[in-house]
């Protein structure tokens, strides 16, 4: 075994955020356990510039960031957050890097073909996001996608210096733990293209399915479902939930501290799944075809579905039906000793 | 080599998003400025044509800072729709204490944010290092590596546990509905909840204030703030004996109206009252909303100025005068500004009143009025923890209208914010957005007016050989710019 080794010089991060709202910033700020300046030394990273936390401001700011544009000073891992800008009509004009006059996509490309590691930071980045969404009048794209088709800013082909595709940590926002479990990764030398999925996000969290560990499994099983937001029941017959077939550890590593939006009680829109910003219908309600849900559990045969939801619904406990549809629990367990039913 | 007469300063950070001002310099100082919003996203027309409750998903990621601050602006519109004449229903008593306390916490994280991670660490520069007060500011304050930043990281993390039960997540949580919230609270979670909110009272006694809150809220006027520094080893009190040192009370000045929307309803009224604050009249008044108006004379759109529930610009570059994408937002064409300092002049803070009756409001009133907040925020969301009653209702579920005028006002960390929407047939046809830094970084108005910030800076000191004058460094960031809700 190869034990990873301290690299000589720290790894120098760049971070640029364009079409996005800097909330992966902000969600990444709330890294718990060390907090985020500790796990950024721990991965020995040295932060050359961050829209957010650097001092460096006009000019200071410029000369790091062209350096690194021009190959002139290695970047070791450069971040984008926030999609890729190309409107108005191709010119990049909606978004003007502030004091350089040009569009802030050629600073983006610049540095990212020079940098060792690429890593999208949000689904925006990744692949486009909300900031495509509505028809994509801003003609957003991601770094290496344009929704779900290859090519996006780099190109398909592209791979960073260090011989990875871009890294694509999607979500809406990120988890903190998603970016600083890569970062960790990339320092430690562990980060290969089998550390990745189909859609170069990191396995790390999209080897799991919202799906597991969510707290309404029971309800999921026999089909005891919510039908208001803020109901204890399952939400994906009538609330839209796509947890069963979005890809990420949300049910296992919890949000800020304890959380999900499953347990906050609203479905899950698979914010970290390319196209998320559109998926045809209301986001929090079901669609269906004569009343069965069109979008079935990832690998499930929709015959098999169709018949076990029915024979588990015949088989739903009273404790689940009376629970489903409200948001605080009428009937709890009771163990059979204690005269339990 | 003579002084350069104009500079560019961009980009701005430790700003929320892209920022860009230019100024006309008149030897040791700013003449004039015109602040630049370079990002365009589109919000308002992608929310046109969805169906009305996707707005509660779309709304909260125009921004990552003040994504609760959308929410509820968006919920309040969604529940606003409602025939006319008929009043809107209140929330429950629960609901509205959830959301209260969601939305605190997102408003406290980013008072929190901006005093340590975005201001203070300008006192770090090294154009400071003869003052005597810069070797204690660089230890403390320094970019990523003073010693504030691994005290707070931890306390504002602990801050957002509250929403891991309330929430769900942050930012862009969905739990914030037009009926209440989604998340109903037992018992032991109210207990929790106390036990974390206690953490972060600890946090702000022991670094922030090293005082009691009730002994900070309770700061009268300004020479009693003062004499409070001088015996305070906390980072407000640093804040204070610095802002004295370079007379940051003289900084930054503006002498303009302020709003507030209001914000943290209750059965009781809001924590912090909707109004006007003319600071040449010294009271308060009536606000009128009828009166709001976007001008985009010199922004980067197509269309008439008009009221935003009525006026939809497009987005068109060949507007010869325009240089952001920014919107100028009028009272009755009047400029105005809005954030912590005008809400608590507003409400009648007697400190921020007094402040800004000497000096008019500045960098340094601006600071003060954000950091009392954080002490204001914490006691009242101690009461509305202790108010939920875990046996009643958070939520009303009851069927809404679909068609229907209404708007959605709230108050983010930095100021006001505003949705407009119409919908019919239960898709959205109108949707318009007046967020606090647009008030605040507006361009010039048809009338040539500047904005707020571009008034503020005007008469700013420049050192000698300065490319980026810290002084403007210090009056841009006294703002709290949001800059991805500014244009949106």
Known sequence: ???????????????????????????????????????????????????????????????????????????DIFCLEGSVIHGPNGTGGFHIMAGTGRPMREMIEGIARHATHVVAVGSCAAYGGITAGGGNAVEAGGLAYDGTAPGGLLGAQFRARGGLPVINIAGCPIHPGWFVDTIL????????????????????????????????????????????????????????????????????RAWNGSGSCLDGGYPCINCTGPGFEEPGHAFAVTPKISGIPIGLPTDMPKAWFVALASLSKAATPRRLKENAARPMPVVLPRDRRKGGA | ????????????????????????????????????????????????????????????????????????????????????GLERRPLPANGAHATNLVHAVENLADHLTHFYLFFMPDFARATYAEEPWHAGAAERFTALKGTAAVQVLPARAGLMNLMGILAGKWPHTLSIQPGGSTRAITRAEQARLRLMIAGFRAFCE?????????????????????????????????????????????????????????????????????GMFDAGIGTAAHLPLSAITEDVSHAWYRGESGTPGKAAPVPDMGNPDAYSWCKAPRLDGRVAEVGALSRQLVAGHPLLRDMVAREGASVEARV?????????????????????????????????????????????????????????????????????TTWNFSPRDAAGTPGPLEQALVGAPIRPGETEPVAVQHVVRSFDPCMVCTVH
């Open chain 1, 1 to 75: 075994m190869i034990a990873p080794t301290r690299p000589q010089r720290p790894l120098r991060l760049i971070w640029l955020q364009s079409g996005g709202c800097g909330g992966c910033t902000m969600s990444l700020l709330g890294q718990q356990g060390p907090d985020l300046v500790t796990a950024l030394r721990a991965a020995h990273v040295e932060v050359l510039w961050h829209p957010s936390l650097s001092e460096a401001t006009g000019a200071e700011a410029r000369a790091i960031l062209n350096a690194a544009a021009s190959g002139e000073e290695p970047v």
């Open chain 1, 185 to 252: 990764q990339i320092a430690g030398g562990t980060m290969t293209p089998a550390d990745l999925d189909e859609w170069e996000r990191p396995l790390a969290y999209t080897a799991s399915l919202v799906h597991h560990g969510c707290a309404r499994n029971e309800y999921y099983e026999f089909k005891a479902s919510a039908e208001q937001p803020g109901d204890l029941g399952c939400m994906m017959e009538n609330l839209g939930c796509k947890g069963t077939q979005a890809r990420a550890d949300c049910n296992i």
């Open chain 2, 1 to 84: 080599m003579s002084e350069p007469s104009r500079l560019i300063v961009g980009p701005f950070n430790r700003v929320e998003g892209d920022l860009e001002v230019r100024l006309d310099l008149a030897g040791d100082h700013v003449e004039a400025a015109r602040v630049t919003s370079p990002l365009y996203r589109g919000f308002e027309a992608m929310l046109v044509g969805r169906p009305a409750m996707d707005a509660l998903v779309y709304a909260p990621r125009i921004c990552g800072i003040c994504s609760v601050s959308q929410s509820v602006a968006a919920a309040r519109a969604l529940a606003g729709v409602r025939p006319t």
């Open chain 2, 206 to 274: 022991t670094h922030l204030f090293a005082a009691p809150l009730e002994q900070v809220a309770t700061l009268a006027h300004r020479d009693a703030l003062y004499a409070w520094a001088e015996g305070s080893s906390g980072d407000f009190a640093r804040f204070v004996m610095i802002s004295r040192a370079l007379d940051l009370a003289r900084l930054g000045r503006t002498s303009l109206r302020h709003i507030a929307f209001g914000a943290y309803p209750s059965e009781d009224g809001p924590l912090f009252p909707r």
């Open chain 2, 368 to 436: 003060v009025a954000r950091v009392i907040e954080i002490a204001l925020v914490t006691m009242a969301m101690e009461q509305w923890i202790a108010a939920i009653d875990p046996q009643a209702p958070f939520q009303d579920t009851s069927p809404r209208l679909e068609t229907g005028d209404s708007m959605g006002l709230t108050e983010a960390a930095r100021g006001s914010l505003g949705h407009w929407l119409r919908l019919d047939g239960g898709r959205i046809t109108h949707y318009q957005i007046i967020a606090p």
